[in-house]
């Protein structure tokens, strides 16, 4: 059974960092392309940042490039989202997530981590 647990969140002041992690088990976590997405209080879920099943290939919202960093360690299965310069708009609950079509289906979300932005 696929399992996807979050860690790392927090409260931290304006132009500060975090460090996500995400913690899979249940599956071949190094076939596999993995996301963070985040969800502001109120408002829809949003995708954050993808990368590759090797991690060579990175996808980033527009809002975060420069700023945050999705990487993995195959070897612990464990993807991370290094966050710099946060800001207070950066506060949402942060969730991975697991969704492929190949080499099997699958759609999993974590529980998700609280990242809160204040001074």
């Known amino acids: 059974q696929v399992q996807l647990v979050e860690s790392g969140g927090g409260l931290v002041q304006p132009g500060g960092s975090l460090r996500l992690s995400c913690e899979a088990s249940g599956y071949t976590f190094s076939n596999y392309a993995m996301s963070w997405y985040r969800q502001i209080s109120g408002k829809e879920r949003e995708f954050v940042a993808r990368?590759?099943?090797?991690?060579?290939?990175?996808n980033y919202v527009d809002s975060v490039k420069g700023r945050f960093t999705i990487s993995r360690d195959n070897a612990k299965n464990t993807m991370y989202l290094q966050m710099n310069s946060l800001k207070p708009e950066d506060t949402a609950v942060y969730y991975c997530?697991?969704?492929?079509?190949?080499?099997?289906?699958?759609?999993?979300w974590g529980q998700g981590t609280q990242v809160t932005v204040s001074s």
């Open positions: 990368i590759n099943s090797l991690g060579g290939i990175t």
């Open positions: 997530r697991l969704n492929s079509v190949s080499p099997r289906k699958y759609d999993a």
